[in-house]
C-alpha cells in the first residue's frame, strides 16, 4: 500500500466512528515509530474532509524533570511510571471531551525542554469532531479505557531507533548504555501490557513507504 493510500484507509476507518460528540483516537507506538509525523498527516487528511480536528500529543504533560529522574537518569522503571502526569492528561484533555464532559480543553500544560509549566489558556473543544493524539504507553491501564479508536504502530527497536538516531544524533544501537532506560523501559510495556493485543488498529510501520493495517 502506497502512503498515500494508507493514509486514505486509516481515515475511512476513523470517519467510520464519527457521530455526535468528540471521537478520541489515541497512535501508540515506540519512540521512533513515527507517531506524530503519522498523527499531523492524519489530521491533516481529516481536516480535508471536513472533520474539526484537535491535535495533541502526551510530549505536553511531561512531569517536572525533578519528578522525572527521580528514580534515577539510567532507570526503566522511571522512564515508565514518572514520565508524564496521566492525571493532569485526563483532568485537562481526555475527561473534558468525554459524553459528560465540560467540553473545555488545554492541549497541554507543560514544556519538558524547558522544564516550564506552560499558562496555556482553555479553549472550547465544540460539539464533535476528533482528537487525534500521538504518544508512547497510551495502552497502559491508566488510558486504555480513554481512546474511542486506537492505532498501535509496530515497528522492530533496530528501525525505531535507526530513525532516532538519524532525527537526534542518538546512538541507533537500541541496547547501548545511553539507550538503556527507554529500550528497558519499551520493553518493559510491551511485554506487560501487550499493546498489539488491545490496539482496535495494528500497523506494520517498518517500511514508511510501505506501510499495511495488519489488524483492524
Known amino acids: 500500500m502506497t502512503p498515500a493510500g494508507f493514509l486514505a484507509a486509516l481515515a475511512d476507518r476513523v470517519a467510520d466512528r464519527l457521530g455526535p460528540g468528540i471521537l478520541k483516537v489515541g497512535i501508540d507506538g515506540v519512540d521512533g515509530a513515527g507517531k506524530t509525523t503519522l498523527a499531523d498527516r492524519l489530521g491533516e487528511v481529516l481536516q480535508a474532509r471536513g472533520a474539526r480536528v484537535i491535535r495533541a500529543s502526551i510530549d505536553g504533560f511531561h512531569n517536572p524533570r525533578a519528578l522525572r529522574y527521580a528514580r534515577g537518569k539510567t532507570s526503566p522503571e522511571g ?22 464532559g465540560s467540553g473545555r480543553i488545554r492541549r497541554a500544560i507543560f514544556d519538558h525542554r524547558t522544564d516550564q509549566a506552560l499558562d ?97
Open 120 to 216: 496555556m489558556p482553555a479553549e472550547s473543544a465544540g460539539r464533535s469532531g476528533v482528537l487525534v493524539f500521538d504518544g508512547i504507553f497510551l495502552h497502559r491501564p491508566e488510558l486504555r479505557m480513554q481512546w474511542d479508536l486506537s492505532i498501535f504502530l509496530d515497528v522492530p527497536f533496530a528501525q525505531s531507533y535507526s530513525r532516532m538516531a538519524t532525527r537526534d544524533g542518538s546512538d541507533p544501537d537500541p541496547e547501548a548504555a545511553t539507550n538503556r532506560r527507554y529500550f528497558l523501559g519499551q520493553s518493559f510495556y510491551l511485554k506487560a501490557v501487550a499493546p498489539q493485543r488491545l490496539a482496535h488498529i495494528v500497523v506494520d510501520y517498518a517500511d514508511l513507504e510501505k506501510p499495511r493495517i495488519i489488524k483492524g
Open 79 to 100: 522512564f515508565y511510571k514518572d514520565s508524564y502526569d496521566l492525571e493532569a492528561l485526563k483532568r485537562e484533555l481526555l475527561d473534558p471531551l468525554g459524553p459528560r
